[in-house]
């Protein structure tokens, strides 16, 4: 289930509140479907060809045909942090200040498992868990232009086309400005604009609504255009754009136990007896898997101009 209807079944408000926070700051976890998962991760077998199947006459046997299944691993990370706030605060201003601070947290975590999500890189950090980047190879890494150039919606298309079952379209705000833009310049009809259940505004593309990968906790660009280009030499100024399907067995995240309940877990530590301020523990044991060697496409190497066909 997504994380909206996870706060349906968690058993108290305030851990409802917060991961309804998490959802409310990034739309990737506002779509992405997570899995629960006992011990300390999960393990499982990536399709990368069906088996083969045709007709028979008869008294004739099938032709002896099998799938390829690679094996996976992905572990389990340890994701949270403490949320301070200060004695003296709460005296003056209330405890009302306290929920304050916490959703600020809150707010700074969704981004930062957010920007993992695209960019994280375990080589880099072993604490955190492979993300998009890194994962994409092969025939769904998909060259927009070599050297870098204006989107083209004839390769966009083709993005599409690499993924099995696609759902959302994740990119920057800048190049959703680009696309919008060129659906009225170009006349296309195939951008729509809706309304989430946050009241936020959703524009689609062919069908796929289309999610932002906005700024991270840190302030910096997730998709911004600043990746090389396709080539490695031409250009530092280009972005990409994911197609990804967030459906059972495809991408999804993983979520492990936290004294037994499954998901994110708030705990309030009270007043530390080392300093003045009151603590709340937040922990989630999270990952993400790609089940299946069609559950996404990167388009990469775009630069900030006007798409083309």
């Known amino acids: 289930m997504t994380l909206l209807e996870a706060v349906k079944?968690?058993?108290?408000?305030?851990?409802?509140?917060?991961?309804?926070?998490?959802?409310?700051?990034?739309?990737?976890?506002?779509?992405?479907?997570?899995?629960?998962?006992?011990?300390?991760?999960?393990?499982?077998?990536?399709?990368?060809?069906l088996p083969g199947v045709g007709f028979r006459g008869i008294n004739e046997g099938y032709e002896e045909s099998v799938g390829v299944l690679n094996p996976q691993s992905e572990a389990l990370k340890i994701f949270g942090g403490d949320l301070d706030v200060d004695k003296f605060l709460i005296d003056t201003q209330g405890e009302e200040v306290r929920d304050t601070h916490v959703m600020a947290k809150v707010k700074a975590l969704s981004l930062s498992w957010t920007r993992s999500f695209i960019k994280g890189d375990s080589r880099l950090d072993p604490r955190s868990f492979d993300g998009l980047q890194v994962r994409v190879t092969g025939s769904q890494l998909i060259s927009n232009n070599d050297a870098g150039g204006p989107l083209s919606l004839e390769k966009l298309d083709e993005a599409i086309d690499a993924v099995d079952n696609p759902t959302h379209l994740i990119m920057s705000k800048g190049q959703r400005r680009k696309l919008t833009m060129a659906a009225r310049n170009m006349s296309l009809h195939n951008i729509e604009f809706g309304v989430n259940q946050f009241g936020q505004q959703v524009?689609?593309?062919?069908?796929?609504?289309?999610?932002?990968?906005?700024?991270?906790?840190?302030?910096?660009?997730?998709?911004?255009?600043?990746?090389?280009?396709?080539?490695?030499?031409?250009?530092?100024?280009?972005?990409?754009?994911?197609?990804?399907?967030?459906?059972?067995?495809?991408?999804m995240g993983l979520q492990g136990y936290v004294g037994g309940v499954p998901g994110i877990s708030t705990r309030d530590l009270g007043e530390l007896e080392t300093k003045a301020v009151f603590r709340t523990r937040c922990d989630w044991y999270t990952a993400i898997a790609a089940y299946h060697g069609r559950s996404v496409a990167r388009l990469h190497g775009i630069t900030n101009a006007t798409p083309i066909a």
Not at 23 to 49: M, P
């Open 203 to 251: 524009a689609s593309y062919d069908g796929l609504p289309i999610l932002i990968a906005d700024y991270d906790n840190n302030g910096d660009q997730i998709l911004g255009f600043t990746e090389s280009s396709p080539d490695g030499a031409s250009s530092t100024e280009c972005t990409s754009i994911y197609v990804v399907s967030f459906a059972e067995q495809m991408l």
């Open 9 to 49: 079944l968690t058993p108290n408000v305030e851990t409802a509140t917060i991961i309804e926070e998490f959802a409310a700051n990034s739309d990737i976890l506002q779509a992405i479907q997570f899995e629960n998962v006992q011990g300390t991760g999960k393990h499982y077998n990536r399709e990368e060809s």
